[in-house]
Structures are given as structure tokens and as C-alpha cells.
């Protein structure tokens, strides 16, 4: 990106895109197997024909890891060049540490910190804006941005009224700074926690922590009322579109592309009533994915890229609602220089990078342990471990 601008402003752009899902499919027809549905039902009211289920292997770190690798060789950048990794998931690999962490780790970006953030479905556009802010007030040059989930490891497998909806996998954004206007201009992010109960993971946090009961009740898996978060989406998705495109000083003409989260069709249909847009102005790719949370939009706008449905210079809005209850949007210009795909000797120094990467903590873990070995009954200098037989 060139520093040569036209004023102080920085701006966040789009300079790398990938996406990783896990390998296996699940068809409409197979989940008609396993719960009391039909791929008829399933179609008519959701818009969903199939999903992408990880495996045990499979987790949200490695499908986010994939995803940033590809977006980084897009844009041409070392994961060194990385100043920050945020991960919006609701899946994530533990409570703690970050998934941001592990995937700074597997990418080896020695320079970067890393944090995950939780806004559920609406996780992606939630961190497109804190990284383009980080980004626009220089204290961030190149953040990393993803969105992954492995939301078939929190389904009720036996709740049809979910478990038909969700699929697993991840997207990936680089943005870096520059003095030229256009990328990432602006987000507006919204919350209504009264709505906490409609969708909801209710145990396993310090409400409900762990314990054979949640298990037994399934107090782990996602629970949801189906109809008043439709109900909810088709009213935020139209205000979170107008809000960002005026917030811009834009109108809905100024819009080329709508990338809104992939829920439901119908609820994707009801947005475009509401903004008297045509459907094909919307990318819809949900009959594939399921719904994916975090991992919606950035996978619905990589595969729009690829396919040429977004062109330079388009006005993109990225819109999304989910759990606590949140929604947002943020407003992007697709100013996008493509960098020369990498080749050969390049591919090949990148591949030992992650390889030498992976030695690199290997070897760390292993020092640790080690150390831990030697210095494990011995309290650092000028602390002591707490005695059991002080009262
Ligand atoms: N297969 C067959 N029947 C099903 C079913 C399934 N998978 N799931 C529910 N049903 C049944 C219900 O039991 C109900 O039967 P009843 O009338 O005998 O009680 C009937 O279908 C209608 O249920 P309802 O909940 O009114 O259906 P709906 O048209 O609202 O569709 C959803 C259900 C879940 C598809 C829809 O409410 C929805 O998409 N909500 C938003 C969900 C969402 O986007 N969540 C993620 C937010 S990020």
C-alpha cells in the first residue's frame, strides 16, 4: 500500500482474503436420518441444502490457521509483518487460552498480539471494525482478522429446531494501512442484551459452570427461539444497513454489494424487502455452508471475490445479527491491489516458514518443560509458594 496520500487520515484496506472449511459434508437428507426433518422442510424454511462438519481433528484454530495462511499469501505479507490477530468466534478452541493465540502461534507471527472477541454471529463485523480503528489511528499497521467456528461441536444433535441450521468453518482478512481514502470507512455495532435468553449456550461460564447436570441437561449446546430471532434479524438487518450507509454519507444507491450473515434465506429476503434492494444485489451462498456464525460473512464475501460478483471500486455492506442479542455493519470500499499470486521458490519459503514456526514452539513447549523440571520446587525469587499447614 502506498504512503504517498493526500492528507494525515489513515485508512484500513482489504489487501488479502482465504477460507478454509473441514472436508466432510452433511446433506439435508442425512440429518433426515438422524432427527425428524426432511431436506423439503429444511429447504422451504431456511434456504440451508447442506453443511461442512469438522472432525474430531478439525478445530476452530485449524480451519482459522488455513484460512489466515491463505489470506496472507494473497496479500503477499510474512506472518512477521503481523502487528495483531483478532479471532471472532463463539466456538472457540478453550475458554482460554485465545484461539487468536494458538493461530499466532501455527502461523508463527512473532510480532503480533492476539485476542479473541465474542459477539457471536455478529463477531466478524464486530472486529473489522476494532482492527480498521486500531489500523486508522496508527498505533496497528497489518492486523489479521478472522472469523472461524465449530459450531457442530455445541449443536444438540437431537434439537432439530437447531441442529439443522449450522455448519463449521473459517474466513480470513489481512487489512493494512494506508494514506489512500477507501477500505474499511466505517462500522456501526449494536447491542440488546435483554435478548440474551433467545440464543444461548447456558452452561460452561461463571452462571452455570460445568458439572454432570449441564451435561445431562444438554446445557452445553446451543439452545434458541427459532421465531422471535427471526423476528429480530429481519427488523435489525435493514436499520444496521441504513445506519452504516448513512454514517458513511452514502445512500442505498452508493451500494453495489449486500454480504449479509447467512441464517436464512428468508430472513435475507425480508432485508432486501425492507431496503427496497433487488435479491441479487445480496450474496447468499447459505445453501452450501449452513449458517457458519463469525465465519459467514468473511467465507460469502471470499467466494463473491472469486467468483467476480464484487468489482473494483464497489461499496460493499457487510451486515450481521446474532446471540447476546447483537448486530452491525460495516461499510467497505473494495479498493483491493491484487499483489502477484506467490510462486515457487516464494511458496516454497513460505511453507518452511510455518514449518520452521511449528519447530519453534515444539522446542519452546519442550524448554518449558524442561525448565519446569529444574525449577519447579523452587519459588521465583521473592515469592513463596503458600504453605498448607498456615492457617
Ligand atoms: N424439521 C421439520 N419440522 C421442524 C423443524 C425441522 N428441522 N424444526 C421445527 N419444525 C417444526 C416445529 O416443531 C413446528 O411444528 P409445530 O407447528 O407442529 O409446532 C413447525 O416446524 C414450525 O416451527 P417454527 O419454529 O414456527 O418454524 P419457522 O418457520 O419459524 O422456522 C426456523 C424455524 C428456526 C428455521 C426459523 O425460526 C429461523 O430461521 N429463525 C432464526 C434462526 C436463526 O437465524 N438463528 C441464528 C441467528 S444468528
Not at 466432510?24 to 434456504?47: F, P, Y
Not at 494506508?178 to 461460564?205: C, E, H, I, M, Q
Not at 460445568?210 to 441437561?217: E, G, L, P, Q, V
Not at 515457487?344 to 514456526?357: C, D, K, M, T
Request: glycine fraction near 8%.
Amino acid at each position: 500500500m502506498s504512503n504517498a496520500g493526500n492528507g494525515s487520515r489513515r485508512y484500513a484496506h482489504i489487501c488479502g482474503w482465504g477460507t478454509s472449511v473441514p472436508k466432510r459434508i452433511l446433506s439435508n437428507s442425512e440429518l433426515a436420518q438422524m432427527v425428524d426433518t426432511d431436506d423439503k422442510w429444511i429447504v422451504e424454511r431456511t434456504g440451508i441444502s447442506q453443511r461442512f462438519i469438522a472432525n474430531a481433528e478439525e478445530t476452530t484454530a485449524t480451519l482459522g490457521a488455513d484460512a489466515a495462511r491463505e489470506a496472507l499469501d494473497i496479500a503477499n505479507i510474512s506472518p512477521d509483518d503481523l502487528d495483531l490477530i483478532i479471532v471472532a468466534t463463539c466456538t472457540p478452541e478453550h475458554h482460554f487460552p485465545s484461539t487468536a493465540s494458538i493461530i499466532q502461534d501455527a502461523l508463527g507471527a512473532r510480532n503480533a498480539g492476539a485476542f479473541d472477541i465474542s459477539a457471536a454471529c455478529t463477531g466478524f463485523v464486530y472486529a473489522l471494525s476494532i482492527a480498521s480503528q486500531a489500523i486508522q489511528a496508527a498505533t496497528m499497521n497489518t492486523v489479521l482478522v478472522i472469523g472461524a467456528e465449530t459450531l457442530s461441536k455445541i449443536v444438540n444433535w437431537d434439537d432439530r429446531g437447531t441442529c439443522v441450521l449450522f455448519g463449521d468453518g473459517a474466513g480470513a482478512f489481512v487489512l493494512q494501512g494506508s494514506y489512500d481514502p477507501g477500505g474499511v470507512r466505517t462500522s456501526v455495532l449494536r447491542s440488546d442484551g435483554s435478548g440474551r435468553d433467545l440464543l444461548k449456550v447456558p452452561a460452561g461460564g461463571s452462571a452455570i459452570p460445568a458439572s454432570y447436570d449441564t451435561i445431562r441437561d444438554n446445557l452445553h449446546c446451543i439452545q434458541m427461539n427459532g421465531r422471535e430471532v427471526f423476528r429480530f434479524a429481519t427488523r435489525v438487518m435493514a436499520d444496521a444497513c441504513r445506519d452504516v450507509v448513512s454514517a458513511a454519507g452514502l445512500t442505498m444507491e452508493d451500494i453495489d454489494v449486500i454480504v449479509p450473515h447467512q441464517a436464512n434465506k428468508r430472513i435475507i429476503e425480508a432485508a432486501a424487502r425492507g431496503l427496497r434492494l433487488p435479491i441479487d444485489k445480496f450474496i447468499v451462498n447459505l445453501d452450501r455452508y449452513g449458517n457458519t456464525s463469525a465465519a459467514s460473512i468473511p467465507i460469502a464475501l471470499c467466494e463473491a471475490v472469486s467468483e467476480g460478483r464484487v468489482r473494483p471500486n464497489d461499496n460493499l455492506v457487510l451486515v450481521a445479527f446474532g446471540g447476546g442479542l447483537t448486530w452491525g455493519a460495516s461499510l467497505v470500499t473494495w479498493d483491493v491491489t491484487p499483489q502477484p499470486p506467490l510462486t515457487g521458490l516464494r511458496r516454497f519459503r513460505r511453507q518452511a516458514l510455518y514449518r520452521v514456526a511449528r519447530m519453534r514452539s515444539a522446542v519452546r513447549r519442550g524448554a518449558r518443560a524442561i525448565e519446569g523440571t529444574i525449577w519447579g520446587s523452587q519459588a521465583p525469587d521473592g515469592m513463596e509458594p503458600p504453605r498448607r499447614d498456615r492457617t
